[in-house]
């Protein structure tokens, strides 16, 4: 059964702070691995996916890796910014079952 | 587009009730799914459906039906609600199967079963 591990649970930093986010999966038959954002009382806004042969993609500010084999990514958010506070989810899309399995997420809050 | 939107956005029922929780995505997208979110849970996934008139059950189907008779809505049913079903319920669709599989998901419904 896949699992997905978010470290850490929650983090805060002060603004400008450069962070790194880690997801780690214990199947690696996976189709791709997408990272997602989500405010309190809000959906899950998508911040970037990954697809399984690929090592790593960028957006803006935001930088996702993935390691397929040893089962992890890491989502590096440059100059954090107060507006960058929220919870942080990752999810892998099974190459089985037709599902995304998440992870708990990481609740970052960035302080100004 | 409106991308994937979800009615209603509240919900309080009492036990035994049953309702329709609705779902509708305006990118032709094939993929529909439903997850429920609950605190220590995090989110897991009730029904998917791969395309109009297929359907499946997730991880945690029990106490909910689902039917998809076109591409564009993917209603999910709860036939007798109990305490256990409150939850954030989340639809999620997707175009394709696969590495290009990004899934766009609702702004969610909020539900309370007393």
């Known amino acids: 059964k896949q699992e997905v591990t978010q470290i850490p649970a929650a983090l805060s930093v002060p603004e400008g702070e450069n962070l790194v986010l880690n997801c780690s999966f214990t199947?690696?038959?996976?189709?791709?691995l997408q990272w997602f954002r989500q405010d309190p009382g809000k959906g899950l806004t998508s911040l970037l996916l990954?697809?399984?042969?690929?090592r790593e993609q960028t957006s803006g500010r935001l930088n996702a890796s993935l390691d397929k084999s040893s089962g992890r990514s890491t989502l590096y958010i440059a100059a954090s910014q107060p507006g960058d506070s929220a919870t942080y989810l990752c999810?892998?899309?099974?190459?089985?079952?037709?599902?995304?399995?998440f992870g708990a997420g990481t609740i970052l809050r960035v302080k100004s | 587009n409106a991308g994937v939107t979800q009615t209603p956005k509240f919900q309080v029922l009492k036990t035994g009730q049953s309702m329709t929780l609705q779902c509708a995505q305006d990118?032709?997208?094939?993929?529909m799914s439903w997850y429920r979110q609950d605190p220590g849970m995090g989110l897991r996934l009730i029904h998917y459906?791969?395309?109009?008139?297929?359907?499946d059950q997730g991880e945690v189907p029990n106490g909910y039906n689902v039917s998809r008779s076109t591409t564009e809505d993917f209603p999910l049913r709860l036939l007798s609600a109990a305490p256990s079903q409150t939850s954030v319920y989340f639809c999620?669709?997707?175009?394709?199967?696969?590495?290009?599989?990004?899934?766009?998901f609702g702004p969610g419904t909020r539900l309370t079963v007393l």
């Open positions: 459906s791969v395309g109009a008139g297929i359907t």
């Open positions: 990118m032709n997208h094939e993929y």
């Open positions: 990954i697809q399984s042969s690929q």
């Open positions: 199947d690696s038959a996976i189709y791709n």
């Open positions: 999810a892998v899309y099974m190459e089985y079952g037709n599902k995304l399995v």
């Open positions: 999620a669709s997707s175009y394709s199967r696969g590495t290009m599989n990004e899934q766009f």
